[in-house]
């Protein structure tokens, strides 16, 4: 009978067995960290102002690559690729809001929304293209299965 019941810890945790919120959430926890180290590094060590530049270009090649692992991770499965990225992009987005707090002009060139938007709708593009692709190798794989006919 205790094989059958669910305990509470169980059904919490389930949510994080899934491979799709446990991407979304560790990608999401590493843009954070690599975004707010980008801004206070760049607001509170002037010694390195005159490397502005290459901080920038590294810092931001950095969230584009660790912004990549739902993609590449979830290729074949656009829902989970897509559930993923918008889950690590909306962590991304909350620490964007909570830095604004503390650093007033960080707002200035997009707000909170415009950078969630801009990450929801890069994902949505790549989870489009994705499933195009699962169409497009589903329909072949069926037509060569057929060829015989």
Same mark, same amino acid.
């Given at each position: @009978? +205790?094989? /059958?019941?669910?305990?509470?810890?169980?059904?919490?945790?389930?949510?994080?067995?899934?491979?799709?919120?446990?991407?979304?959430?560790?990608?999401?926890?590493?843009?954070?960290?690599?975004?707010?180290?980008?801004?206070?590094? +760049?607001?509170?060590?002037?010694?390195?102002?005159?490397?502005?530049?290459?901080?920038?270009?590294?810092?931001?090649?950095? @969230?584009?690559? =660790? =912004?990549?692992?739902?993609? @590449?991770?979830?290729?074949?499965?656009?829902?989970?690729?897509?559930?993923?990225?918008? /889950?690590?992009?909306?962590?991304?987005?909350?620490?964007?809001?909570?830095?604004?707090?503390?650093?007033?002009? /960080?707002?200035?060139?997009?707000?909170?929304?415009?950078?969630?938007?801009?990450?929801?709708?890069?994902?949505?593009?790549?989870?489009?293209?994705?499933?195009?692709?699962?169409?497009?190798?589903?329909?072949? =794989?069926?037509?060569?299965?057929?060829?015989?006919?």
């Amino acid at each position: @009978m +205790a094989a /059958l019941s669910t305990s509470s810890d169980d059904h919490r945790t389930g949510i994080l067995r899934s491979a799709p919120v446990r991407t979304g959430i560790y990608t999401g926890v590493f843009l954070s960290v690599c975004f707010a180290t980008w801004v206070l590094v +760049a607001n509170r060590v002037p010694e390195l102002e005159p490397l502005a530049f290459a901080r920038n270009v590294g810092a931001a090649g950095l @969230m584009a690559i =660790a =912004a990549c692992v739902p993609v @590449m991770r979830f290729y074949s499965s656009p829902g989970e690729l897509l559930s993923s990225g918008l /889950l690590g992009w909306s962590l991304l987005t909350l620490t964007f809001r909570i830095l604004c707090i503390k650093f007033d002009l /960080l707002d200035e060139s997009y707000s909170t929304f415009q950078i969630f938007v801009i990450g929801s709708v890069c994902y949505l593009i790549v989870a489009t293209l994705a499933w195009i692709g699962t169409i497009i190798r589903r329909a072949r =794989a069926s037509h060569i299965s057929h060829t015989n006919h």
